[in-house]
């Protein structure tokens, strides 16, 4: 297999058009937009195949086809109402077995924020990609300093092998999904102790909030249940400096199989060889970047790869 | 004069609309693509009234009224034809006082990149926003560490009473745009020993590639010459963590009154009584963003303003 660059690892997740590319208008054409009670907005982008189930769900949604859009019907005017009439629909897609991606069930609710910052109502995490609203990640890497950056090491989980998605693939040191009604910082709490047995004291002292990378995914095969649904995704990131003496990551939920201390090299050809997680790929680079290891001497599309690992995304967010 | 939050400091910059707004739209219908001479790139937006002059310079260039774009003419398939012919435009333009930003003519080329990454022509840095084309700058953040990141200090200058543009207005430690033939870290080395007498072995032993900050400008009166030519700037930021032993930086070419090493409640104080020169604004939210100053937990804009200060710019780059 011929090496991946950097700019080809951000576009297997940043694969949705631009608005501005041409091949937008064409790819998008097809997509209906998913409109807010109040039509006023669009909280992601639908597939033909999900339009034409809501379309018989008149006391639920509104569907014009003309401006291609579904909208929740106006009488869901509450967050209850909404996250009750969502539960309930995707219940009853799960046990017709309408989706595939819904025999991936969570029992674990994500939130869906409109306007910014409120929530708007809560849907079943495997669901959410089929109405293709934004979700959100806390994503950590720990790190081990060197006064030469080519000698710093960062803590790299290889995933268990029964994992349904992306199993025995590399991955961030701590990574996961912020679940409702969590925080930013109560989930990366949560996710440090469960994956890594990082104890939270460590977590609250150590850690270094040092920005968010966003993208949006057009969902594969790999990541589970049906291709082609959209998946905006945004992912805060926490850098956690440790030295060789600190009690390191240890297995501790069976989602990893093992944790490696590996150098700036080792990651580098790991990376090229796509043997990252793709969007924890995309979250290595970022902390390269940051840390002076990637840089616009060294890499050539510098300024592509960080643009489009903060893609503006067009919907309300968290 | 009420506090400007973070968010209102990131839109002053980045301030032309978005591809997916609808005011986008309406904003942008009188404005013109400025085309590349093989019509396949956009370089830049332009205004009705630079198009007006362009019209009557049919040897060099291609006006179409019905799609709304200006390409140069076809025959220009060259870096120096393409040079020469903008360069002697511009000369005119100034002697002909055509536009009063000419007044600030600077006699420094900037590059612009078609495709990406490779020299399509050089122009004269003031008129760059006549053409709309993108603009690039390096600019480095100098601070003292503390292990509260609360007593964190920057060095933060206040630009000369005397300068055209911002005088007296706070500034990041060392900024500069990049000048045509000088690469990014050159100019990095150049604009250190300029305008802040640091030695040129602390940077390149002291100094980091951080990553990059970029934003679509609709100009101001308070940028010099006319109001509402377009602008997207993308700025290559550089952090270097100093002692309070390291020599300070001091004023060394005129551009500077004077060197503060303020604290980050003096910062967040001055940034928000709106006392920052508006991009230097931007790349300090960057900073403090990625110092874990501004967080998800204290910042209800978080997401949107990392977002914003790393728009996607819509052209070939360098």
């Known amino acids: 297999m011929p090496k991946l660059t950097n700019l080809e690892l951000v576009a297997l997740v940043d694969s949705f058009p631009y608005p501005t590319e041409s091949r937008c208008k064409a790819e998008a054409s097809s997509l209906y937009q998913f409109m807010s009670h109040d039509m006023k907005a669009v909280l992601g982008y639908l597939l033909p195949s999900v339009v034409d189930i809501l379309r018989d769900l008149k006391q639920s949604f509104v569907v014009n086809d003309a401006d291609q859009w579904v909208g929740i019907a106006p009488e869901y005017d509450t967050v209850e109402k909404r996250s009750k009439m969502m539960n309930d629909l995707v219940i009853n897609l799960r046990d017709d077995k309408k989706f595939k991606i819904l025999e991936g069930w969570r029992s674990e609710l994500y939130s869906i924020f409109y306007p910014s910052s409120t929530l708007y109502f809560t849907l079943e995490r495997s669901a959410c990609p089929i109405f293709g609203v934004v979700q959100y990640g806390v994503h950590l890497t720990a790190f081990v300093p060197a006064s030469d950056t080519q000698k710093l090491k960062i803590w790299i989980p290889r995933r268990s092998r029964t994992k349904s998605t992306y199993p025995g693939m590399l991955d961030n040191t701590v990574g996961g999904g912020i679940g409702y009604p969590y925080g930013v910082f109560d989930t990366l709490i949560k996710e440090c102790g469960e994956e890594a047995g990082f104890d939270s004291e460590l977590i609250k002292e150590k850690s270094k909030s ?71 790929a995309l979250v290595t680079i970022d902390f390269l970047i940051r840390h002076g290891i990637i840089t616009p001497e060294n890499e050539p599309n510098y300024l592509e790869i960080i643009s489009r690992m903060h893609r503006n995304i067009e919907h309300p967010l968290r």
């Open 210 to 280: 040092v920005g968010s990378v966003s993208y949006y995914y057009t969902r594969t095969s790999a990541a589970g249940g049906e291709s082609g649904f959209l998946q905006p995704e945004i992912m805060y990131c926490y850098d956690l400096e440790v030295t060789e003496d600190t009690p390191p990551p240890k297995p501790v939920d069976g989602e990893v199989e093992e944790f490696y201390l590996w150098d700036i090299d080792r990651i580098a050809e790991e990376l090229a060889q796509g043997n990252f997680k793709p969007n924890t």
